[in-house]
């Protein structure tokens, strides 16, 4: 499995970006699916998550009513929105997968999540 990111970039305080994750390889089976971000020398913060069989979301409580996740399963991919957004948002984004899994157990933990993009990164100043 593969995992490919777009999106970032730098915005002004207030206001939005979008970032997508397609996913390629074992696209048959169920996804959960979720997004990441990390601060330099920090750990790793779980975003978002959801999963592909169901409309259930998680959100960390930094970014919940700001953020929101979606996927389009059609397309295998997987998208954060993210508006008002902040300066304490500026971190490298990272989306993140697991195959046949139990999703939405411990969406916050990285350990739980076999698939990672290469990270894009957010800058709101």
């Known amino acids: 499995v593969q995992l490919v990111e777009s999106g970032g970039g730098s915005v002004q305080t207030g206001g939005s970006l979008s970032l997508s994750c397609v996913r390629s390889?074992?696209?048959?089976?169920?996804?959960?699916l979720a997004w990441f971000r990390q601060v330099p020398g920090q750990k790793r913060e779980g975003v978002a998550a959801t999963y592909t069989g169901g409309g259930a979301t998680w959100y960390a409580d930094s970014v919940r009513g700001r953020f929101t996740i979606s996927k389009d399963n059609t397309k295998f991919t997987h998208y954060l929105q993210m508006d008002a957004l902040k300066p304490e948002d500026t971190a490298l984004y990272y989306c993140?997968?697991?195959?046949?899994?139990?999703?939405?157990?411990?969406?916050?933990?990285?350990?739980?999540?076999?698939?990672w993009g290469q990270g894009t990164q957010v800058t709101v100043s």
């Open positions: 993140a997968a697991d195959i046949d899994g139990v999703c939405l157990e411990r969406p916050e933990d990285p350990s739980e999540w076999k698939y």
């Open positions: 390889g074992a696209t048959h089976r169920s996804a959960c």
